[in-house]
């Protein structure tokens, strides 16, 4: 067996030992101004380039000793297994537009696909003028670049599908169409995966919608959950329940934020960057609240366990209660409104920390990161121009998969 950390994270700033990252591919290339918006991408990415960005954001992770995995790495390695592959092929040919004709042609085809090939064709997808077979009124009536097996573009963002609290790994529940099939495959890695079995999982992606984005490991047992988009208050009460059974946190703070495209997700207005300092877009900094949901007996059934709900309280001050320090410092970027609503939409408040006072984060955003140096945070700045056309930082690009617990005394 290898030699990996122990596999799980109970913090956001705790050393990051290993990461999952998925490096752009042909599932970009899948872009066109015609489906861009359904895809959740602003624009269309010269694909080169963002490889290029996500190489240098890799070495630099590796750099600071980070174990960096790749998901398609991890994919192919599992479907090596025939069960595992047959599960990929069953739950990716599932989609009733595909009519019987064509999925029993496209199982066939898979299942002779070596288990790279079968990555590329579950990630990048299948187009039905790529189909040489299956002959039917769906091959006939459909567009010639209709997606049979739709492509994956917003796999970049691994943070999303699946999110490791303590040692418990969330496979989560996404709640875009275009995203949904991502957690099939996160879930089948943490199943089956040899580096994997028997890690014990919760959530799932036929529960409630909860996205990774939205979950922040605040502090050893405290983890705060945004509502809004993407993650459901129901996502949240299940998590929640969860959680508070296993033991793995005693406060789980539920964080309405608008529910847009610029704030998708909590990590796009505030991500921690020390053990006691977040930093967090100001324009939502004064109007953040927070409900503390807390469970008075977690050894109750863990469906019918009850949770307390705390009326809302600013942000802060309930993190910081939770937290049982005295303030959550909040890195105030004192940017202008407009310039902070421009850096917030190009993820600069989407840190990826990989040790307490250590942050990587987009060079493009210079006000931000020159007040996170301010407040004594160390920048490693990365080029993002067309990694961020999908909308997401490097926190969005990054599973953390084992941190260093943090010292009682940070
Ligand atoms: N955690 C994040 O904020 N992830 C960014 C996800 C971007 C992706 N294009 C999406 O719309 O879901």
């Known amino acids: 067996m290898a030699n990996h950390p122990t596999h799980g994270a109970d913090s956001e700033v705790g050393r990051l030992q290993t990461v999952m990252l998925h ?7 899948r872009l066109t101004p015609r489906n861009n918006d359904k895809l959740l991408f602003d624009g269309i990415p010269w694909v080169a380039r963002a490889q290029e960005e ?7 992770l590796r750099g600071r000793d980070v174990e960096v995995l790749y998901l398609t790495e991890l994919l192919t390695e599992t479907l090596e297994q025939e069960p595992a592959r047959n599960h990929a092929i069953t739950t990716a040919l599932s989609g009733l537009h595909l009519g019987d004709t064509m999925r029993t042609y496209l199982a066939h085809a898979l299942r ?117 988009e993407r993650t459901t208050p129901a996502g949240v009460e299940r998590l929640a329940r969860q959680v508070f059974h296993a033991r793995l946190a005693h406060t789980v703070l539920a964080v309405p934020i608008a529910q847009e495209r610029a704030t998708m997700h909590l ?46 309280e600013p942000f802060l001050v309930a993190a910081a209660k939770a937290m049982e320090i005295d303030t959550l410092h909040q890195i105030d970027t004192g940017l202008d409104p407009v310039t902070a609503e421009r850096e917030q939409w190009d993820d600069g408040n989407n840190t990826l920390a990989i040790a307490p006072r250590v942050a990587v ?32 930082g490097p926190r969005c690009m990054s599973c953390p998969v084992a941190r260093e617990p943090l010292p009682s005394e940070a």
């Open 361 to 392: 984060a987009y060079e493009r955003n210079d006000g931000t990161n020159d007040r996170l140096e301010e407040a004594g945070i160390e920048v490693v700045r990365i080029a993002g121009s067309e990694l961020g056309s999908g909308r997401g």
């Open 267 to 312: 990590d796009t207005v505030a991500t921690m960057v020390d053990v006691d300092k977040i930093v967090m877009y100001p324009n939502v900094a004064d109007s953040l609240r927070a409900y503390a949901v807390t469970a008075p007996d977690p050894d109750q059934a863990e469906d019918t366990l009850t949770l307390h709900v705390a009326d809302a």
């Open 23 to 29: 490096r752009p591919g042909d599932e970009l290339k």
């Open 54 to 60: 996500h190489d240098a954001f890799a070495d630099a």
């Open 112 to 228: 002779d696909a070596t288990p790279a090939e079968l990555t590329a064709y579950l990630t990048a997808g299948i187009r039905n003028d790529e189909v040489r077979g299956g002959h039917g009124l769906v091959t006939s009536l459909l567009h010639e670049h209709d997606f049979l097996i739709d492509p994956l573009p917003n796999l970049l963002f691994t943070r999303d599908s699946s999110v490791w609290v303590r040692d418990r790994v969330a496979v989560t529940s996404l709640a875009m169409p275009a995203r949904r099939r991502e957690t099939q495959l996160t879930e089948l890695i943490y199943t089956e995966h040899p580096r994997f079995v028997g890690t014990r999982k919760i959530h799932g992606w036929h529960h409630e919608h909860v996205e990774g984005g939205d979950v922040l490991l605040l502090a050893p047992g405290v983890i705060a959950v945004g509502v809004g």
